[in-house]
C-alpha cells in the first residue's frame, strides 16, 4: 500500500496526460475529507473563471477553423493560468495547501512552481500518475467531450519525456502511482510541526551556554521537580522551552545537551535549532569545522568523556546528540486556544518567515539579520525587531542584553548567564520573568557583550534616527507615533535648552481637564464630571489630592556622587528638572536644595533602609514666582492693576453721571461686576506668590515616588504614593505634605466636593483626581491617569478676568478638551516607558526617544489653557 504523506502547507502538483484521473483523485480525498474543496484550484476551472469554457474542440474542422480554435483556446488557457497562479501565489504567501490539477508535461511548467515554493518557502511535491497509452485512449472514448486520440498520444510522448527531468527536480516528494497503487491509495495529512499547543504554561529558558548549575537553579525556582527517573517535572504540567545555544562557552555543555536530548525525547521540553547549536551538530556529524567562540570548550569535554567513558559510548553519545541538534526546529509557535499567541526563536525572525520552513529561514533564525563583519571578525547585527508587525510576541536569544529588552512586541531573554550576567526564565502565559545569577564570568573573552553594552550605554542617541519622525512601542498605550514637526522643535530644546539627556529620565505628561464642561450654572469646572468619567469606566475608588499651585519639578536624588557616576556618568547627589527637561533652579540654588535634601535623605537612613542608590520623584515646588516670575510681572500683575484702576476711574465717571440725573445704572452694575473680577484677578495669582531668600521658604511636594535604582513603582496605589509624600515631609523640611482625600461611596463623593468647594473659595487652585490604581484600564482602554478640577476664582488669571460673564462662560463650556486627552495618555505612557527602560539600565537612546517623545507632542499646538 502507497501511502501519501502531504505536508500542512505547499503545492502539490498533479502530473499525468488527460484521463489519467487526476480530477477524480482529488474528488476523492475531498469526499473521504482528507483534503478540503478550496485547497484544489484547477486548470479547467480557471478556464471557465476567465471565459465561461471549459474546452473548446478543433477536431475534424478545416484548418483555418481549427487555427482560429485552437489560437483562441491558447489565449484563454494562458489568462487561465495566470489567474490560476496568483491564486497559487496568494495562498503560499498565507502557507496554505494547494493540489494544482493540470497536465504539467512541460519542464518550464515545473521550474516556476518550484521557484514559487522556494519564493515562499513552502514544498513542493509531484504525484505523477502512471497510466498506460492504451488505458489513456479509452477512458477519452467515453468522455462527453473528448480531447481527440491524436492529442493524447501526443500528451502521453510529453509524459514520458517528463518522467525522465522529474526525477531531477528538487522536489521534496515525488509519488509514482500506477492503476494498482491508485486503488488501494493511503493518506496521512501532517501537521505543521512548528506548533505547539500552550497547554498548562510554557517557560521559556533563555541561552544556557552549558551554564548547568545555574538552569537547574533556575528549574528549581520555576517549581521543577526531578523524579525518580530523572526528569524535571513541572506539577502543573507546564513544559521548559529552551531558545537554543544550549552548550558552548561555558562549563558543562555536555550535561545540559544530554538533559534535552531527555526531556525533549520524552516531550517533557522542546528545544530551538540555534547557531551554536548548528555549528556543534556538523562538528558531531564530522564536518569540518572551526571550533572556536567557545565550541572548543565542547570539544574538550568530549576528549575528557571519551578518556573517561571509551570511544565507543562517546561515539554513542555523539550521534544521539547530533540527532537532537539536527531534529531541532528554526522555531515554533505557541498556540492558545487555537490562535497564534508566542514565537520562539534563536536569533531572530521575519514576520512571513513564522509557520514556515527553508534553508533561509533556518539560517535566519539562527543568525538573525546580519550585514557583514566589523574589524574583529564579529557579526554586525541589523535590527530586525523593528519590522515586526504581526501579533505574535517573539521571543528570542543570541544577542546578550544586561536587562530583559521589550521591542516592537519582541523579548529578549537572553541576559548573558555565561558571561556573568543572569539566565532568565520567561513564565507564559503569566508573563512573569524569574531570573538566577550566573556564578562567574565563565567565558572570560576580552568582548564581553555585558561589559560592551554597559561601555556604550551612555553614548549619545543618533539623532538622525529621530528627525524625520519616528515610533516608540509602549507597553501601556501600544505604538507612539512621533511626528516630524514635533520632533524638530523638541531636538532644539535638547540641543540647547535642557539638561544633559543622562539625566533627563523622566518627564510628567499634561493634566487633562474634566472631560466635559460643568453643568452647573456659573461653573467652568467642577468635580462631579471628574468622579462620573471614573465611575463610568469601572473604577469605584478614587484619590483626590490637593493641587498646590506651583510648578511641576522633577527630583532626581542620589545616595552619593561615586554611584551616581555609574547611573549618569557623572558624579552629583542630584538633579532638579521642569517638566520640559530644563533645570529648575539657578546652578547654585539647585546645589544648595540638592546638598540639603541629599544630607537629610542620608541622615534618615532612607537609601539603606530602602536599598536603593537612588529616588525618582515627581513633585510640585512653591511657590509659583519661583518659575513664573516674568509671567507674573507681566502678565498677571500689570494686567490686573491697570484693570482695577482703569474699571475704578470708569465707576467714578459713572457714578457722576447717575447723580447728575442719567440713566446709566445698567453700566455702573455691569462695571462694579467688572471691578470684582479684577478684585478675584489681583488676590488669587497672590496666593501663590511669596518672596524667598536662598532656599528658605522653597516648598516640595512630591506626589509620586516614579522609582528605586532596583524598582519602579507604578504598580503602586495612589493612597500608597501618598503615604510615601509623608514619609518624606517628615525626613527633611523642604518637603511639605499634601492635603488628599479617598472617595469611594456617595457620603465621601459629597465630603469631597464639600471640601473642594471650600478649599477653592479661599483662592487655592482645586484638586487632582486620580484612579486608585496608578495605571488604569477598562476593556484594555488606558484611562487618564488624572484630571485636574479647578476653582471658580482660580480660573480668572486662566480664562480671563471676566470669564464668568454669561457669553463668555457660554462659549468656553464648548471648549474640546479631546487632543489634550489624547496628548496625556500618550505622554503618560511615554514617561512611565522611559523609567522602566532606564531602571532597566537599558541605553540612553532607548530612554531618550521616549524623553523626546514627551517634548514632541508638547509642542503641538493645543489650547494651553485646557
Known amino acids: 500500500m502507497t501511502t501519501l504523506h502531504l505536508p500542512h502547507a505547499g503545492i502539490v502538483l498533479l502530473v499525468g496526460p488527460s484521463n489519467t484521473g487526476k480530477t477524480t483523485l482529488v474528488n476523492q480525498l475531498i469526499q473521504e475529507n482528507q483534503i478540503l474543496a478550496s485547497e484544489v484550484v484547477s486548470s479547467d476551472q480557471f478556464r471557465v473563471l476567465v471565459s465561461n469554457i471549459e474546452f473548446i474542440s478543433w477536431n475534424g474542422r478545416p484548418k483555418d477553423e481549427s487555427d482560429a480554435l485552437f489560437h483562441e483556446y491558447q489565449q484563454i488557457s494562458s489568462a487561465a493560468f495566470d489567474a490560476m497562479d496568483y491564486v497559487v501565489s496568494k495562498r503560499s504567501k498565507l502557507n496554505k495547501l494547494t493540489f494544482i490539477d493540470a497536465t504539467h508535461l512541460r519542464e518550464e511548467e515545473h521550474d516556476k512552481y518550484l521557484q514559487l515554493g522556494k519564493k515562499y518557502h513552502v514544498p513542493v511535491i509531484a504525484i505523477v500518475l502512471n497510466i498506460s497509452e492504451t488505458e489513456l485512449l479509452r477512458r477519452d472514448a467515453e ?21 525522465r527531468f522529474i526525477k531531477k527536480k528538487p522536489y521534496r516528494r515525488v509519488y509514482l502511482l500506477g492503476e494498482d497503487e491508485l486503488e488501494v491509495l493511503n493518506i496521512s495529512r501532517l501537521e505543521n510541526p512548528l506548533f505547539i499547543e500552550l497547554g498548562n504554561g510554557i517557560d521559556f529558558i533563555g541561552d544556557i551556554h552549558g551554564c548547568y548549575e545555574e538552569f537547574l537553579e533556575i528549574l528549581t525556582k520555576l517549581g521543577y521537580l526531578e523524579n525518580v527517573e530523572g526528569y524535571y517535572i513541572h506539577p502543573e504540567g507546564r513544559k521548559i522551552l529552551s531558545l537554543g545555544d544550549v552548550m558552548s562557552r561555558g562549563p558543562r555543555s555536555i550535561e545540559t545537551l544530554q538533559f534535552f536530548q531527555k526531556h525533549v525525547a ?162 507564559y502565559p503569566e508573563k512573569q520573568f524569574v531570573s538566577v545569577k550566573a556564578k562567574q564570568d565563565y567565558a572570560r573573552v576580552p568582548d564581553n557583550p ?113 554611584v551616581a557616576k555609574d547611573y549618569i556618568g557623572r558624579e552629583t547627589v542630584g538633579a532638579i528638572y521642569t517638566r520640559t527637561g530644563r533645570a529648575f533652579f539657578k546652578k547654585d540654588i539647585e546645589e544648595q536644595m540638592v546638598s540639603v535634601l541629599n544630607e537629610d535623605l542620608v541622615k534618615s537612613g532612607y537609601f539603606e533602609t530602602h536599598n536603593t542608590d537612588f529616588v525618582l520623584l515627581d513633585a510640585e515646588i512653591l511657590p509659583w514666582n519661583l518659575k513664573a516670575k516674568d509671567l507674573i510681572l507681566n502678565q498677571y500683575a500689570h494686567v490686573g492693576e491697570m484693570a482695577l484702576l482703569d474699571r475704578s476711574k470708569l465707576k467714578d465717571s459713572l457714578q457722576q453721571a447717575v447723580e447728575s440725573g442719567k440713566d446709566v445704572q445698567h453700566w455702573l452694575k455691569e462695571i462694579e461686576s467688572g471691578i470684582e473680577n479684577a478684585r478675584v484677578f489681583n488676590e488669587v495669582y497672590q496666593n501663590y506668590c511669596w518672596e524667598t531668600e536662598g532656599i528658605e521658604g522653597i516648598q516640595i511636594a512630591p506626589f509620586h515616588t516614579l522609582a528605586h535604582s532596583t524598582e519602579t513603582f507604578f504598580d ?55 484612579p486608585d490604581s496608578f495605571i488604569t484600564r477598562q476593556k484594555g482602554k488606558l484611562l487618564q491617569p488624572a484630571i485636574k478640577v479647578r476653582g471658580r476664582k482660580y480660573l480668572h488669571i486662566i480664562y480671563g478676568m471676566d ?64
Open 143 to 163: 468522455r462527453d467531450f473528448p480531447r481527440g486520440r491524436n492529442r493524447i498520444k501526443q500528451q502521453y510522448q510529453h509524459f514520458k519525456n517528463a518522467l
Open 266 to 427: 520524552a516531550g517533557h521540553a522542546y528545544m530551538i535549532d540555534s547557531n551554536h547549536g548548528w555549528k556543534i551538530a556538523r562538528w558531531l556529524d564530522g564536518k569540518n569545522v572551526t571550533m572556536a567562540h567557545g565550541d572548543e570548550k565542547v570539544a574538550a569535554e568530549f576528549e575528557e568523556y571519551e578518556r573517561k567513558y571509551g570511544r565507543e559510548a562517546t561515539e554513542e553519545l555523539k550521534e544521539q546528540l547530533k540527532t537532537l541538534l539536527v531534529d531541532a526546529k528554526s522555531h515554533y509557535i505557541i498556540r492558545k486556544n487555537g490562535v497564534n499567541a508566542a514565537v520562539a526563536v534563536h536569533g531572530g525572525i521575519k514576520d512571513h518567515y513564522i509557520g514556515k520552513q527553508s534553508g533561509r529561514i533556518s539560517d535566519f533564525c539562527r543568525y538573525g539579520d546580519n550585514e557583514g563583519f566589523d574589524e574583529n571578525g564579529k557579526p554586525i547585527r541589523k535590527d530586525w525587531s523593528i519590522h515586526h508587525k504581526s501579533s505574535e510576541l517573539i521571543l528570542w536569544g543570541h544577542d546578550p542584553k544586561p536587562q530583559p529588552l521589550l521591542v516592537n512586541n519582541t523579548l529578549n531573554i537572553d541576559q548573558g548567564v555565561v558571561f556573568g550576567g543572569s539566565l532568565t526564565a520567561y513564565r
Open 450 to 562: 555585558l561589559k560592551e553594552w554597559e561601555r556604550t550605554r551612555l553614548d549619545p542617541p543618533n539623532i538622525m534616527k529621530f528627525l524625520d519622525g519616528y515610533s516608540v512601542l509602549t507597553e501601556n498605550y501600544g505604538e507612539i507615533i512621533i511626528y516630524d514637526d514635533g520632533v524638530k522643535p523638541a531636538l532644539d530644546d535638547v540641543s540647547h535648552y535642557t539638561r544633559p539627556l543622562e539625566e533627563i529620565v523622566y518627564l510628567p505628561p499634561t493634566m487633562s481637564p474634566t472631560p466635559k464642561a460643568s453643568q452647573l450654572e456659573g461653573y467652568l469646572e467642577h468635580p462631579m464630571e471628574a468622579f462620573e468619567y471614573y465611575q463610568s469606566n469601572g473604577v469605584s475608588t478614587m484619590v483626590v489630592e490637593k493641587k498646590h499651585m506651583g510648578s511641576r519639578g522633577i527630583l532626581f536624588l542620589f545616595k552619593n556622587q561615586e
Open 716 to 770: 503602586r496605589p495612589h493612597i500608597w504614593h501618598m503615604e510615601k509624600n509623608k514619609e518624606f515631609s517628615g525626613i527633611s523640611r523642604l518637603f511639605m505634605e499634601t492635603d488628599y482625600r479617598v472617595v469611594n461611596d456617595e457620603a465621601s463623593m459629597k465630603a469631597a466636593i464639600e471640601w473642594w468647594e471650600e478649599i477653592t473659595e479661599e483662592g487655592h487652585e482645586g484638586f487632582v483626581v486620580k
Open 803 to 866: 470669564y464668568q460673564m454669561p457669553e463668555n462662560l457660554s462659549r468656553l463650556k464648548k471648549r474640546n478638551p479631546g487632543k489634550k486627552q489624547r496628548n496625556a495618555l500618550k505622554e503618560f505612557a511615554l514617561g512611565v516607558e522611559a523609567v522602566n527602560r532606564f531602571v532597566k539600565r537599558e541605553s540612553l537612546e532607548r530612554v531618550h526617544e521616549c524623553v523626546l517623545g514627551v517634548l514632541a507632542l508638547e509642542a503641538e499646538p493645543i489650547d494651553p489653557r485646557l
